[in-house]
């Protein structure tokens, strides 16, 4: 492979913001929820980079033909590879592709075939287009992917604020978490938080079912969190994490009288020992870290704590959730899911062909 803009490159960054800019020189994305994904191709060549400049390549292996007919010989292009499913982007769906065995990625490509979302361009042909302005740089995108075929697409974007705005309340529905806003003067900075990124924020009541220790082995590093269901179980459903160093061992010594020795008393018990289960089990492996020391200490279930959130991906948090506030006043069996704001379902394909 032998291109202007050589694997790896670090993807640029966005900085999170409170509201969307009221400026001029904004153009406005919705925020795909997938694996940021850097194309190079050279010829028949191609590989997929990953944020952490790990490849992609071999998980993915039904998008490379898509890639060869949309995409020109030679360049680099910045984008997202997610999964569309029938309520819209599939994240679970997209982490279950991160498998070592190569007969079930295949077979996963076959059930759950993924698109790649095109957004920026950083080379074409001999040319490094990472210094050239964004907004020539997306000119230069749409004149390349003009009536490009699916699972290859090219986001939507716009200038106008309002069609921004009503993107962010819209298409969360579709599995989208918010709107990306780009300066159209800015270059293509790898590793740098130059652009801006507005994400929907929400606060629950959960219930504390258990704890990991730092890695640094002094006190919690995030807390366990779940939320009952209309039969009454109790759900793994995320965590809660960036305590401040000075504040684990005493949230250590808050727990210490919850903690259960007897495991069988738990809730959770089945799930003390990590397996390969379907990712819902706190102890189970990392995809990403086959050495990451998942563990955890239970916990009786009795303390209630308010997070807050960004969105839902299926019956569980996205992302890592923070603590707001402890609840003493919220009994444990108040925390269900219908306390969750639900967003309304928009078909994935009105996001697409926006």
């Known amino acids: 492979m032998d291109l202007p803009v050589m694997p790896p490159v670090k993807p640029m960054l966005a900085k999170a913001v409170r509201d969307m800019p009221d400026r001029d020189d904004i153009w406005f994305e919705p925020k795909w929820d997938g694996f940021r994904c850097i194309v190079f191709r050279d010829g028949d ?13 071999r998980y993915f292996p039904e998008l490379i033909e898509p890639l060869r007919r949309a995409l020109p010989d030679r360049c680099v292009v910045d984008g997202e590879v997610v999964i569309a499913g029938s309520e819209g982007l599939d994240f679970d769906a997209l982490l279950q592709r991160i498998h070592p065995a190569e007969s079930r990625v295949n077979m996963l490509a076959e059930t759950t075939p993924a698109s790649f979302v095109a957004f920026d361009l950083l080379a074409v042909g001999d040319e490094d287009l990472r210094q050239v302005p964004f907004s020539e740089r997306r ?17 939507p974007g716009t200038t106008d604020r309002t069609v921004g705005a009503d993107w962010f309340d819209r298409f969360e529905g579709a599995g989208l978490d918010g709107v990306i806003a780009k300066p159209l003067g800015d270059p293509y900075v790898e590793d740098k938080r130059t652009q801006f990124k507005v994400k929907h924020q929400r606060t629950a009541d959960v219930v504390v079912a258990g704890y990991r220790v730092h890695k640094s082995g002094d006190g919690v590093g995030s807390l366990l969190l779940g939320l009952y269901d ?17 504040d684990r061992p005493q949230l250590a010594v808050e727990l210490a009288p919850l903690v259960l020795h007897d495991i069988s008393q738990h809730p959770w018990s089945t799930w003390m020992t990590p397996s390969e289960g379907d990712g819902r089990q706190p102890g189970a492996p990392s995809r990403w870290n086959a050495n990451k020391d998942l563990s955890w200490v239970p916990i009786r279930p009795e303390r209630v704590a308010e997070v807050s959130y960004q969105h839902m991906q299926g019956d569980r948090f996205r992302q890592t959730t923070h603590l707001v506030r402890w609840r ?6 108040s925390c269900t899911y219908a306390q969750l704001e639900v967003a309304v379902p928009y078909e994935l394909h009105e996001v697409f062909g926006a």
């Open 230 to 246: 209309d039969d009454g179980v109790l759900h793994h459903v995320g965590v809660a994490a960036s305590f401040k160093a000075a």
């Open 139 to 155: 000119a230069r995108l749409e004149e390349l992917l003009a009536g490009v075929d699916a699972p290859i697409h090219l986001t």
């Open 45 to 57: 060549e191609i590989e997929l980079g990953s944020r952490n400049e790990r490849p992609l390549t």
């Open 328 to 333: 003493p006043d919220r009994d444990p069996t």
